[in-house]
Nanobody, 122 residues
């Protein structure tokens, strides 16, 4: 069992930056694929960024603005968000799955955090 705890969500102005964190307990990141999803009001939860032992990927709308990184020693994943836009508003969830296959489907991730809220004001 893996427990994930997100933090770092905030109210931020358009064009600003923030960093989200996801701390994992009871298991290291070395054997997991990790990902960030977000859910805007009234929409489905969607893949934002993910990292496995073999590759990193981002959804097109965040490429060049979001950066995912992992500190294996601290079992913590980060999402650096720059040049935020109002459409980045939502609840951001950390997710994990076993193995090295990076999936963008939320059904492939058995472990989830509780989410952290990001609100971008225009």
């Amino acid at each position: 069992q893996v427990r994930l705890v997100e933090s770092g969500g905030a109210l931020v102005q358009t064009g600003g930056s923030l960093r989200l964190s996801c701390a994992a307990f009871r298991r290291t990141f070395a054997t997991n694929t990790m990902a960030w999803f977000r859910q805007a009001p009234g929409t489905e939860r969607e893949f934002v960024a993910g990292s496995s032992t073999t590759r990193t990927d981002y959804t097109d709308s965040v490429k060049g603005r979001f950066t995912i990184s992992i500190d294996n020693a601290q079992s913590t994943m980060f999402l650096q968000i720059n040049s935020v836009k109002p459409e980045d508003t939502g609840i951001y969830y950390c997710a994990a799955r076993s193995g090295a296959w990076l999936s963008i489907a939320r059904s492939d991730y058995p472990w989830w955090g509780q989410g952290t809220r990001v609100t971008v004001s225009s």
